[in-house]
């Protein structure tokens, strides 16, 4: 998720494009870079850092240019590096292109640009853009990006200049977001509306397959065949500070919502919707290493942590050898009894945490192999660790983890189900069922975002919040998921909440069960049902205040809750990926009726670089 301006129009294009691009920070800040037009020529200065540190770089420069482009990076293909910044230039440096969203067989056209003799400088998927305008130029820019984003498959919001074109930009998206902003003989282009709003509220929002050709005295908009279309303008209502957050009042919501997205693009290019196979072509680890795998180690801190205790139970189940999860700090210090045929698997979001840092050079210091699992390119985890498979989760901004963690299960589900089908340890239909349900988690996630699902978070939640204390139950898989909940409540609302396995209860917590006491009960594995439903019934005989979520189907639980809450169908090794959603609302929902900092709880930092 990296964030992209254009600009064409009377004004200094490199103070309205460095400007739009601070504002677009919050979506990626690990290099930025410009590209402006001056007559006949394009300038693109870019490096490593943030926005200020390229403004320091373009010093003087560009003082006479009235149209260019801009971005702010995200790194997915390629390290953050001077050269795999953007703006990106074609052979002839007569074309330059920024891009958000990620090229899923850029390395089949890079190979094909070659042998038709283009020169590559950076190792990003973007690059293959600006080659690929260039190889179809015939005088015409909108045609030439036409052709070029035909050959492209997975995500791209795009925007092209030439130098031959003047003040002429060009614009295509599919799969990520591009608003154009109209002014008075101005206009712009951009990712997200915080980069338009101090000049305009006016704005087309680009549709999917769409493109644009956008100068500074007017904009056409066309579908990818070229047909014109034509777009209500969009008169924006939010201020500047909103407008970062989406609209949302907090980051937290806004990365809550984006679940569905952040799911679909940690997928895309992993399974084949057809078969259900999932690809882990982007691993070093090899087939034989996989077969040979006799245990595996997950260790990682907080939220990446409770991850990593559905992901035990996603690979004990499909690879049939011994799993142990671990938190970082105590792995560090207990010595560990590692082979050479153990593999360990660090998580981090940030890939930044001390605690796990170290629990990976021990690892490694022991010549265990370790693979990581990060939602940053260019980490120190990333960099350390000796494979890495990313979540594409986008910057993660507030606090509290939520789309992170709900990439770190797909890539856990993923990597299980694709080493299972490597280790043929069970009937490959059934890897391939589970493969193909993962495709339909999106789409479920949007079901439990509707309006009317948030209204029952939003009532329950108002009640919790008048609890100092609350409880988290659950077996199996929904034990590990009640983990997470408990934290996602403590860390933002402040509300002392613990989880237990439903199973120990009766071992003594449920001396701290009297009248009204909140209980969450997490009820979706089949196997354990009955089971987690006479737990509940001992907390419903001391009175405690219940709330039961589980699987649509599963009605029996009714007469013994407060209340329900059904999440859609699915495996029940894959609802941990659902159950997680209505926990994070609720507890969002009790921090703002508590008037708590939510993005920023008091006390924690968004990552833990000290031990
Ligand atoms: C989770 O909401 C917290 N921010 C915290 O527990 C976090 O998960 C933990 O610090 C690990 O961070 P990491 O994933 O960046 O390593």
């Known amino acids: 998720m990296c964030g992209i301006v254009g600009y064409t129009g009377a004004q200094n294009a490199k103070e309205i494009l460095l400007e739009g691009l601070k504002k677009l920070e919050y979506r990626g800040y690990d290099s930025a870079g410009l590209a402006l037009v001056h007559p006949g020529t394009l300038k693109v200065v870019k490096g490593t850092g943030e926005i200020n540190k390229l403004e320091?770089?373009?010093?003087?420069?560009?003082?006479?240019?009235?149209?260019?482009?801009?971005?702010t990076r995200w790194a997915t293909h390629g390290r953050p590096t001077d050269e795999n910044a953007h703006p990106h230039y074609s052979c002839c440096q007569n074309f330059a292109i920024v891009h958000n969203g990620i090229i899923e067989n850029y390395q089949q056209l890079r190979q094909w640009l070659e042998g038709e003799g283009h020169k590559f400088r950076s190792e990003t998927d973007t690059e293959i853009l600006a080659h690929l305008v260039e190889h179809y130029y015939q005088g015409e820019l909108v045609e030439a990006v036409r052709q070029a984003v035909s050959f492209v498959e997975g995500s791209y919001a795009m925007v092209a200049v030439a130098a031959g074109e003047g003040d002429h930009l060009v614009c295509a998206r599919k799969d990520s977001p591009l608003v154009i902003g109209l002014g008075e003989e101005e206009n712009f282009i951009a990712s997200d509306i915080p980069a338009l709003l101090a000049h305009t509220r006016r704005v087309y929002i680009l549709e999917d397959e769409e493109m644009a050709s956008v100068t500074s005295s007017g904009v056409q908009l066309f579908n990818l065949q070229g047909d014109s279309v034509s777009r209500e303008v969009f008169e924006v209502k939010w201020d500047a500070v909103e407008a970062e957050r989406g609209g949302y009042p907090h980051f937290m919501l806004k990365e809550i919502m984006e679940q569905p997205t952040a799911v679909r693009e940690t997928l895309r290019g992993r399974v084949?919707?057809?078969?259900?196979?999932?690809?882990l072509s982007e691993l070093k680890l090899s087939?034989?290493?996989?077969?040979?795998?006799?245990?595996?180690?997950?260790?990682?801190?907080?939220?990446?942590?409770?991850?990593g205790v559905v992901g035990r139970y996603a690979f004990e189940k499909m690879?049939?050898?011994?799993?142990?999860?671990?938190?970082?700090?105590?792995?560090?210090?207990?010595?560990?009894?590692?082979?050479?045929?153990?593999?360990?698997?660090?998580?981090?979001?940030?890939?930044?945490?001390?605690?796990?840092?170290?629990?990976?050079?021990?690892?490694?210091?022991?010549?265990?192999?370790?693979?990581?699992?990060?939602?940053?390119?260019?980490?120190?985890?990333?960099?350390?660790?000796?494979?890495?498979?990313?979540?594409?989760?986008?910057?993660?901004?507030?606090?509290?983890?939520?789309?992170?963690?709900?990439?770190?299960?797909v890539v856990l589900y993923l990597l299980s189900i694709g080493f299972a089908f490597i280790r043929q340890t069970g009937e490959e239909e059934t890897f391939a069922t589970y493969g193909r349900s993962l495709l339909d988690i999106p789409d479920k996630i949007d079901q439990i975002l509707e309006t009317k699902s948030l209204q029952k978070m939003q009532d329950y939640a108002a009640k919790l919040a008048g609890s100092e204390n609350a409880f988290f139950i659950g077996r199996n898989?929904?034990?590990?998921?009640?983990?997470?909940?408990?934290?996602?409540?403590?860390?933002?609302?402040?509300?002392?909440?613990?989880?237990?396995?439903?199973?120990?209860?009766?071992?003594?917590t449920l001396a701290l069960i009297?009248?009204?006491?909140?209980?969450?009960?997490?009820?979706?594995?089949?196997?354990?049902?009955?089971?987690?439903?006479?737990?509940?019934?001992?907390?419903?005989?001391?009175?405690?205040?219940?709330?039961?979520?589980?699987?649509?189907?599963?009605?029996?639980?009714?007469?013994?809750?407060?209340?329900?809450?059904?999440?859609?169908?699915?495996?029940?090794?894959?609802a941990p990926l659902l159950a997680a959603v209505p926990l994070q609302l609720i507890s969002y929902y009790a921090a703002e009726t508590r008037g708590c900092p939510i993005d920023k709880p008091r006390n924690l930092a968004k990552s833990v670089t000290v031990e």
């Open 56 to 71: 320091e770089k373009i010093n003087g420069d560009g003082k006479d240019s009235f149209a260019g482009i801009g971005h």
């Open 272 to 279: 084949d919707a057809q078969t259900g196979e999932v690809s």
């Open 287 to 307: 087939s034989k290493e996989i077969e040979s795998l006799a245990k595996i180690h997950i260790v990682a801190c907080g939220t990446a942590y409770h991850a």
């Open 319 to 409: 690879l049939k050898i011994p799993v142990e999860v671990e938190l970082a700090s105590e792995f560090r210090y207990r010595e560990p009894l590692l082979s050479p045929h153990d593999l360990v698997i660090v998580i981090s979001q940030s890939g930044e945490t001390a605690d796990t840092l170290a629990a990976l050079r021990l690892a490694k210091q022991q010549g265990v192999k370790v693979l990581a699992i990060t939602n940053v390119v260019g980490s120190t985890v990333s960099r350390e660790a000796d494979d890495v498979i990313f979540t594409w989760a986008g910057p993660e901004i507030a606090v509290a983890s939520t789309k992170a963690y709900l990439t770190q299960l």
């Open 477 to 508: 898989l929904d034990f590990a998921v009640a983990m997470e909940g408990s934290l996602k409540l403590k860390e933002i609302s402040y509300i002392h909440a613990e989880a237990y396995a439903a199973g120990e209860l009766k071992h003594g």
């Open 514 to 574: 009297t009248s009204g006491v909140p209980v969450i009960a997490l009820a979706t594995q089949e196997h354990v049902l009955e089971k987690t439903i006479s737990n509940v019934q001992e907390v419903k005989a001391r009175d405690g205040d219940i709330l039961i979520v589980t699987l649509k189907g599963n009605e029996q639980v009714e007469n013994h809750a407060q209340q329900v809450y059904y999440l859609p169908e699915i495996e029940d090794l894959l």
